[in-house]
């Protein structure tokens, strides 16, 4: 069949057109073997530039298109629609990016733009000579959707989700949904208190017969692709019969056995039988088998004893079940830093130095101190000092900013004021006051009207004061303010750190087990940053929270639902088109040596152990390439790249502009 091939320049506005020559280009495309027509346009993805296509198609018979403008991933599907639209298979239309790569790399030196896009221009047409027309295929989509972390991003996605009449599994790995926010006494700017936000959200999460509900659960495996995963869940035992339990209480106030409490942050204690917090959801106690003496050398039955509903079940055995869903939200959360290592604080040195976290549950009313700020010899400070970016903004522990912090740290200077009274000295030693959303601009205001004091500088060394009248048994935060240009040292009673955001420390077992990237911070990569910024590289799998970046309870909110849209849309659909240009085997040369399985990132490519021969699991295949060039003796290919087409590509590219670096452009 005679090749007929259009070439389209965009302008790109004046990307494209302000840095190279777009009518040259044109005329050396339309010069170019098996190219027909050659147009140029200010921009190519408008209705009126992909009509110039679609008119092309249907009046000069195209099989092959080529539009030379940005990056694929923003614009091929806007271009391959209109392809098929016009009645041509979208598979033979193809891309050449001439802004990222000609444009605007090469914008000190027009001719050598222009001829490096004529490069590219010439390969691409070369790539399109090859193309045949694939056959897309579609897969039936489960409609049962996955959320994975039940803190408020999980806790939306679900509510959102199931409010449609979907069914949502909500897989918790602690005991109680309710996450970070759950330990928070009031947020951020107007001082609303969590429990009347998070608590009725909680509740209606636990009674909406859409959402299945699996706390104390993990996920252990997780395979498929969109529309059709397969998840693994490992539900831990709680040693408390659901049905029965009334959560009276019996068996944790008789309980001999007292451990730190990971919700008071260690300071408060629990007993082995337990219930997380007052308001958990469920409202059932679960045991904590790595502390329970039944469990650790059974010498103790005194909750099972004391049970009137006789809920205590110690058989009660773990449970490993697979479910089917369509979609996956992961909403995992964070962990925060662990200031120990910065000794110039004197965290765990000094009793009166406490963590962001550690104040939160101090203020909170059922926090160890029962809602009042209390230092360890149980009087109330009359000054205290906020340290900001404690293990943010830091090239030893974190680089980045954790975003929330100045808000949470100036939170705590107005709660301060309002419980101990305005007199107290509140000081808030800061690098940069970040405060960027709604409202909080005005939030830094009041702070300010209230007698906060704000030092701009780092603190360098918390001390203390071991002799003399005045300041003996005090902290020294001593600290340089950059505005002043001078060193201060501030006695204070109490310092609070305002520690880091970071990724959780289990982040890695959740990016195996769904195979998700993760940035250069270690959270999880987002597709795009801004136009899929809830996307990740593997479809129906999305990240929403903090588990991708550090954000503020307002922005995961969004992001949940968000989300949930994303993950209805979906199986709303009921099918999903697959990766046409896939991966395949020719089975005679094959060896079976299992490269290709190996560097497989999306599970697609294994060896049959019978025929000992690679296969492809077409659905699940995304056409990237790593098998193909793996494969010591090329059996493995992909389809519309073969290896003599990207050979052809390469000498087109490079056989009539070899001598481009005399032009400044290298490596072409």
Not at 79 to 91: K, M, Q, S, T
Not at 248 to 276: F, N
Not at 310 to 318: G, L, M, P, S
Not at 428 to 446: P, S, T, V
Request: glycine share 8%; proline share 4%.
């Amino acid at each position: 069949m005679k090749r007929k091939i259009g070439v389209y320049i965009c302008h790109c506005g004046s990307n494209i057109a302000g840095y190279l020559d777009v009518t040259k280009l044109t005329a050396y495309a339309a010069a170019l073997p098996s190219v027909v027509v050659a147009r140029d346009y200010t921009f190519m993805c408008s209705d009126p530039g992909q009509d110039l296509i679609k008119n092309d198609i249907k009046e000069l018979g195209l099989n092959g298109v080529l539009v030379c403008s940005c990056s694929p991933t923003l614009h091929l599907k806007t271009f391959r629609a209109a392809c098929a639209e016009a009645g041509l298979n979208p598979h033979q239309c193809e891309m050449a990016t001439i802004r990222e790569l000609s444009s605007w790399v090469h914008s000190h030196d027009w001719d050598a733009a222009t001829e490096k896009a004529m490069a590219l221009t010439a390969a691409g047409v070369r790539r399109v000579l090859y193309r045949n027309p694939l056959e897309s295929k579609w897969a039936p989509v489960n409609p049962q959707i996955l959320v994975v972390g039940g803190g408020i991003a999980g806790i939306q996605t679900a509510l959102e989700i199931a409010s449609t009449g979907e069914k949502v599994y909500l897989v918790e790995k602690a005991p109680s949904i309710g996450g970070k926010m759950a330990q928070l006494h009031k947020t951020f700017p107007n001082l609303d208190t969590t429990t009347e936000i998070l608590t009725p959200r909680m509740a209606m999460v636990a009674a909406n017969p859409n959402i299945e509900l699996l706390t104390n659960s993990e996920i252990t495996e997780v395979s498929g692709y969109i529309g059709n995963f397969k998840a693994t869940i490992n539900k831990k035992a709680r040693g408390v019969d659901a049905g029965k339990c009334n959560a009276c209480g019996e068996c944790w106030h008789k309980c001999p056995v007292s451990v730190s409490s990971e919700h008071d942050r260690g300071m408060q204690q629990r007993k082995a039988i337990y219930l997380p917090f007052p308001k958990a959801v469920p409202g059932i106690p679960v045991i904590d088998k790595q502390n329970c003496k039944h469990f650790t050398d059974g010498s103790c039955s005194i909750c099972a004893a004391v049970c009137p509903a006789k809920a205590i079940d110690y058989d009660q055995a773990d449970e490993n079940f697979e479910t089917e869903i369509g979609a996956c939200i992961i909403a995992t959360g964070y962990d925060t830093f662990d200031p120990t290592p910065m000794t110039q604080f004197g965290y765990k040195k000094f009793d009166n130095v406490v963590t962001s976290p550690e104040f939160e549950r101090i203020l909170s009313p059922d926090g160890p101190t029962g809602g009042q700020i209390l230092m360890k010899n149980g009087n109330a400070p009359k000054s205290i000092a906020i340290a900001h970016c404690v293990g943010s903004r830091d090239q030893n522990y974190h680089a980045y900013c954790s975003r929330i912090c100045c808000m949470y740290s100036l939170k705590y200077s107005r709660l301060i004021k309002q419980m101990l009274g305005p007199e107290t000295n509140v000081y808030q030693m800061y690098i940069d006051m970040r405060c960027f959303g709604k409202g909080h601009e005005e939030f830094y205001k009041q702070a300010s009207d209230e007698g906060v004091q704000f030092i701009r500088g780092k603190i360098g060394q918390i001390t203390d004061v071991t002799q003399g009248d005045e300041e003996k048994g005090r902290l020294i935060a001593i600290c340089e303010d950059t505005l002043l240009n001078n060193m201060l040292r501030v006695p204070v009673d109490m310092v609070v750190l305002s520690v880091a955001m970071q990724p959780r420390a289990d982040i890695e077992d959740i990016s195996r087990a769904f195979l998700l990237g993760r940035s250069q911070d270690g959270f999880f990569l987002e597709r795009h940053p801004k136009l899929d910024p809830i996307g990740t590289m593997l479809d129906g799998i999305f990240s929403v929270g903090c588990c991708q970046s550090p954000k503020d309870i307002g922005d995961t909110v969004a992001q949940a639902t968000g989300a949930a849209a994303r993950a209805l849309e979906l199986i709303s659909k009921g099918r999903v088109e697959m990766e046409a240009a896939t991966a395949f085997v020719d089975a005679e040369v094959c060896a079976g040596c299992g490269y290709c399985e190996a560097v497989c990132a999306y599970s697609a490519v294994a060896v049959d152990e019978k025929t000992k021969k690679a296969t492809v699991n077409e659905a699940v295949c995304k056409g990237c390439g790593a098998c193909a060039a793996t494969c010591p003796s090329k059996a493995m290919q992909l389809k519309n790249f073969s290896q003599k087409q990207l050979m052809d590509v390469i000498d087109e590219a490079t056989r009539e502009y070899a001598g481009l670096s005399k032009a400044g452009v290298k490596n072409v």
